[in-house]
T-cell receptor, first 111, second 114 residues
């Protein structure tokens, strides 16, 4: 089977930097994705890492270490609108490319 | 604009009734998925379909059924056999075997059993 661990909640202030960690245990591994979901809304894709290292997309960056089965999402220059749930997901079913999601991290940004 | 449309947004059901949630996409995606979301449990895969007239069970398929008669449509039926159907249901699609496996989600349907 597969399991993903991420913190249930993280709080930070506007303008700060926050890191959301994700550790995973899977029988196979084909990549780590991150999704953002605002309350009651649709999850939206943020980033994807298949290889070790850092991927940067604007204020958001995502990191992967396959040897440690670990990744993180880094959010810089936090804004109030970044308050949302963030899910990591691993692709561990190679033939189907379907991600398995973690339980999500609720990020609360304070003024 | 291309996207995924789910309906209804809110649905109430009495115990023992079957209900069908609609999911339509105009993205020309081959693959479609249904996820269930409960508070604190993330997204769990119910069913998925990679091609018309074919679908596979996910991790929590018991009490659910689907069909994929058209590329654009992937309705989910929540049957009376589903013991705890109150949840937020999300439909998604993807190009298929993309490098990133990026999923595009609908806005969801919230089902409440009275």
């Amino acid at each position: 089977g597969q399991s993903l661990e991420q913190p249930s909640e993280v709080t930070a202030v506007e303008g700060a930097i926050v890191q959301i960690n994700c550790t995973y245990q899977t029988s196979g591994f084909y990549g780590l994705s991150w999704y953002q979901q605002h309350d009651g809304g649709a999850p939206t894709f943020l980033s994807y890492n298949a290889l070790d290292g850092l991927e940067e997309t604007g204020r958001f960056s995502s990191f992967l270490s396959r040897s440690d089965s670990y990744g993180y999402l880094l959010l810089q220059e936090l804004q109030m609108k970044d308050s949302a749930s963030y899910f990591c997901a691993v692709r561990d079913r190679g033939g189907s490319y379907i991600p398995t999601f973690g339980r999500g991290t609720s990020l609360i940004v304070h003024p | 604009d291309g996207g995924i449309t789910q309906s209804p947004k809110y649905l109430f059901r009495k115990e023992g009734q079957n209900v069908t949630l609609s999911c339509e996409q105009n993205l020309n995606h081959d693959a479609m998925y249904w996820y269930r979301q409960d508070p604190g449990q993330g997204l769990r895969l119910i069913y998925y379909s990679q091609i018309v007239n074919d679908f596979q069970k996910g991790d929590i398929a018991e009490g659910y059924s689907v069909s994929r008669e058209k590329k654009e449509s992937f309705p989910l039926t929540v049957t009376s056999a589903q013991k705890n159907p109150t949840a937020f249901y999300l439909c998604a699609s993807s190009i298929g075997q993309t490098y990133t496996g990026e999923l595009f989600f609908g806005e969801g349907s919230r089902l409440t059993v009275l």
